[in-house]
């Protein structure tokens, strides 16, 4: 009884290490509450249909490939470098710190012979994603010598390597390295994966698909927020107008009339130029709040 208990529930890979801290404040904003306690690779959540397992995001395809866990985050330059069969439940692209966009990219010491892939021809290419690597240098029909890098990888070129495929968000390490990319071997964002077994499962395609709703709705409000405010007869059309285009607002007549409440979502950037003009279209009472999901 207790191991069918076990098998109903949704087992969940968080990635730890960077990707760690955003991920649980994204399940946060989604409304589940994760805590994670020292060593503890088991952390709890506010979910009694959920198990969690932290696992390093370079392994969790893998992971999720075999079925030690049902669902799973990791970058989907890890999904292709373990080459997991696995099922894409979304793009979980965020504007947070390790949620956006990363390259991996192939880069060489300033001033270096090298221009082009081509120039590599048996040289030696450190990367942490040796798979990835590889497949790229033989699209490219180029042979080299290819060594696992277990880190500070931008150091290398020149001395420990001819050039490197290192992973970079900004390219700030790039930089400060002196390093010149020659070409772009993959961006990738981080993807909610499933594994296949499970996600033929009705029950646990059903939870997954909850799950997936609810990460999305924090992401989409990521970067919004919610404006309501007064509007008094005859300035409706004025108000309206200031409005970014595609806004679609709530408009609700004011108790006892004088005027009518309007409400609407939008990109918080466009909030601190839009205000003043409202007030000065005729709008009073504005208050701006936040918001953890925008859902449908």
Known sequence: M???MEDALLKLGLPKGSLQDTTIDLFRRAGYNIQVSGRNYFPKINDDEISCLMVRAQEMARYVEQGVMDVGITGIDWVQENGADVVELADLKAPWSNYRPVRWVLAVKHGSPFKSVKDLQGKRIAAEAIGLTKKYFSENGVDADFEFSWGA?????????DAIVDVSETGSSLRANNLDVLAV?????????????????PAKRKKMEHLKMLLLGAIEAAD????MMNVPDGKLDKVLSLLPEGSTPTVSPLHGGGGVDLNL????????????NLISAGATGIVEYPLNKVVG
Do not use: F
């Open 2 to 4: 207790i191991q069918d």
């Open 153 to 161: 990888t931008e150091v290398k070129p020149p001395v420990l390597a």
């Open 185 to 201: 071997l993959l961006e990738s964002t981080p993807r909610l994966i499933a594994n296949k077994a499970a996600y033929a499962d």
């Open 224 to 227: 919004r927020v919610g404006l």
């Open 265 to 276: 979502v939008i990109r918080e950037k466009l909030v601190r130029d839009l205000i003043p």
